[in-house]
């Protein structure tokens, strides 16, 4: 039979899959894998033994076909003591309780591919995962010569930490394969520089190579194992540098100094949406005494704080050198801002067009985190929106003599028309769990005030990613000093971890104590500017070890 083709509108959906989808999961495994699956492999992913996946359609497929599987991802639990990446975690106090997810299967028709549902389907997966507290990370194997997987798990910020010589046999023919895992939870705790600095000389120094032989693997593999004191944990380096990292760079530094945005509207967007985000940036350093407590700068400081995550020595233009812990100001400012409303690149965005979008927004500037929003007309389902994702915040891409190299960025849909149920709480009623109580917006305007929740968790989310900072200094980076180490406390993505929590209190359908304009009968949080009004989302606090809420 042949493959219905696909709509000229997606409306692309995901939900679990059930036992009604069997015959079409098997077909599909078919068309996709060269391995071949037993049945009761299919029996427990659509029956959910032990299995957990979740499923992709396309709402305004014609024929019929509008809840037919067009694509899948199926992942179970595993203990990680007993996984082949136990060497890999960092365990906590209760070691031996930590699971990972391992992803079994993943796949998409042909006709429905380079729209962002496998990148979807992944996010989903974490997301889960990041939302239990015993899961340490998210792991998969990818056959070595499947160049379109391994470009994805690295955009989705995957490492690639072993080649498995081998490890696939098909049709009496053997493959190597990649491990791929994404690290959640503080379950990684990379090397300083100087660690691996002084473990080279000390290699160098004292030539003892029987050692050396235990660390380094043939270069041939593509990998060199460095053993990290601190953590307890293996850093693995590749020949070419990995995701964003260029040789000679460390892996880690700190975002010190200015934070340039470089916001670029996209479409046609109202006057208060443009005011909105321009005054909640500019509230971002407002610290005069003047105004209302609490302030949107006080959440603001939350997210510096996490550069307190190391001990440093800061040399500064004077050379004037002190140890401790410190925590910078970042200084938020808006170097640029213009409009495209003629929509340069379509309605219908895919990957490729949003980093076209991303490239627009940077022009020619250095050192600047383009801001892309999103208006009404775009339809972002092709960018991974909509599947518990509001936000997007980093893309690979090509640095100096082609070495590749992380590009931080925030990219944010209208909240408002793309996926309300999502991205809009609490002014919208909520697509899944309790729906809780709704409020009015701050400013009247359900568009402005979801995009300032949206921008907030993006904008800390970049600020507190190490891997993604390191090429934002504005001066000269601090040094980090011997014995550093990143505390588990410190975790990525502080902001989408405290997902729909505004207030204390809160819990699933309650935002937590937040205020109401007696009257506008807007629901707030914070302070700004001009004594305006905004409700933003919580951020993980490190130094309490929950969410930090402004009341």
Partial sequence: MEEPGISRRPSIYYRPINPNDLDRLEKIHRDIFPIKYESEFFQSVVNGVGIVSWAAVDRNRPGGYSDELIGFVTAKFVLAKESEIDDLICY?????????????????????RNHGIAMSLINGVIRYASGLSSCRGVYLHVIAYNNPAIRLYNKLMFRCVRRLNGFYLIKRQHFDAFLFVYFINGSRSPCSPLEVAMFVVNYMKNGIKSVASKLVRKEEQGLKWLVCKDAGCVLPTQTKPNLGLSSGEPPLQIPNGTLDLSLLWYGEFTPVQKERVQDFIESLNFDSKE??????????????????RYEVKEIYQQKKKSNGTVAPRIKVKIVRSFVDEKMKYGTELTIENGEKLVETAIENMSKVVPVVLLSAQVRSHGLGFCNKTCQRYALTVNGIEGKEKPQPYVMVSDPEVQCPGECAWPFHIANEGPHGMTYQPPSGEIGADALVIQLATGLSDVATNPALTESLFKSEPPYITEGNHISSDYIVDPATKCTRVFGSGAFPGFTGRIRVDPVTGGAFNSHGINHLKFLIPSVWDPKTKSCWTPM
Avoid: F, M
Wanted: aromatic share 12%; charged share 20%.
């Fill in 291 to 308: 105004g209302l407590d609490p302030k949107v700068s006080a959440w603001w400081k939350v997210v510096e704080s996490y550069q307190e």
């Fill in 92 to 112: 906590g106090s209760s070691q031996g309780e930590e699971t990972l997810i391992y992803i079994l299967t993943l796949g998409v028709v042909e006709t429905y």
